[in-house]
């Protein structure tokens, strides 16, 4: 799955709002750049390998996720459970019974994160293969709006499951990604950092959010990255996962701080609406993750 990162993380860092515009405008700011995330490196498919399907293979539903304002997150996971290397060969079917009240319309993405995935992906033995379907529910009153909306996911090879989602009663979209393999991770503990979100005081439609994040080495000793781990960005109707410029970054001393440039696009709107503004990082195999969450108006 990719490494969108449940709200509810064990360590969640205090985020600070730094008014006005110029974001990334700091001499020593690293600049921003669109390194694809680790996660992205998607392994060669054998020319053996046939597609996964029951009873070898288990599709499961793994859960939800709010995003922001606009979307929640659903997931759907593959894992293979013979003894033979098998393949997803393409998206999940995504289908809205008839009698569904209100319209819905189903989309597929193959860049969900700003990084084009392949629709073909390997799945080895004893391991899972992952994907998620985006829902929006930006209504105009977002308390008064929703309702809920019925699906049904399926895939060759498998059983259909029967799934529901937070809609709008005036219109809701479904998008799907690819399967995304496992990986296995690069390894590392806990890293002793806090992170800071410096953001403008909105953020306008139809333009380019230039922001950044100051992370702090908060120990009492140097700390150096023996990677530059993957991170996410997420809100304004956008979600995002990069590696972190961090290639020329030396040995952070105690209580020294190093800027980060990041950058998401804004959408397109017709009236001022508040977003939810997040990032995260970690080690590969760390759950305590380094986490700094605001808000931002959002105009016209």
């Known amino acids: 799955m990719p490494r969108l990162r449940t709200v509810s993380a064990t360590l969640a860092l205090a985020a600070v709002v730094a008014a006005g515009a110029g974001c990334g405008a700091h001499d020593d700011t690293i600049p921003f750049r669109r390194i694809p995330p680790h996660w992205a490196s998607v392994p060669a498919v054998p020319r053996s390998a046939a597609p996964c399907a029951a009873p070898a293979a288990r599709l499961m539903d793994a859960g939800a996720q709010g995003l922001n304002s606009a979307f929640n997150l659903y997931y759907l996971r593959v894992r293979n459970r013979g003894s033979h290397t098998c393949v997803i060969a393409g998206p999940p079917i995504v289908t809205v019974p008839g009698s569904q009240a209100i319209p819905v319309s189903v989309s597929f993405t193959s860049h969900p994160f700003g990084e084009t ?120 109707a956008e979600a995002h996962s990069y590696s972190l410029n961090c290639r020329d970054v030396g040995t952070l001393q105690p209580g020294a701080t190093v800027r980060f440039a990041l950058e998401t696009h804004v959408p397109r709107t017709d009236h001022r609406w508040r977003s939810e503004l997040s990032f995260s990082t970690a080690p590969d195999n760390d759950q305590e993750t380094i986490d700094a969450e605001t808000s931002m108006l959002v105009v016209p």
């Not at 995935?117 to 529910?137: E, F, I, K, Q």
């Not at 977002?142 to 059983?159: D, E, I, K, M, N």
């Not at 219109?171 to 690819?178: D, F, K, L």
């Open 117 to 236: 995935r392949p629709w073909r992906v390997a799945v080895a033995p004893g391991r899972s293969t992952g994907t998620m379907l985006a829902v929006s529910h930006l209504c105009a009153f977002p308390l008064r709006q929703t309702t809920t909306v019925h699906y049904r996911v399926s895939l060759a090879g498998f059983a259909g499951i029967n799934q529901s989602a937070v809609g709008c009663t005036t219109g809701t979209s479904i998008e799907a990604s690819p399967f995304q393999p496992e990986l296995r991770p690069r390894g590392g503990s806990h890293w002793p950092l806090r992170a800071r979100l410096i953001v403008p005081r909105h953020a306008k439609g139809g333009t380019t959010l230039r922001l950044a994040v100051e992370l702090t080495n908060i120990a009492s000793r140097p700390f150096r990255f023996p990677y530059c781990p993957d991170y996410d960005l997420i809100g304004i």
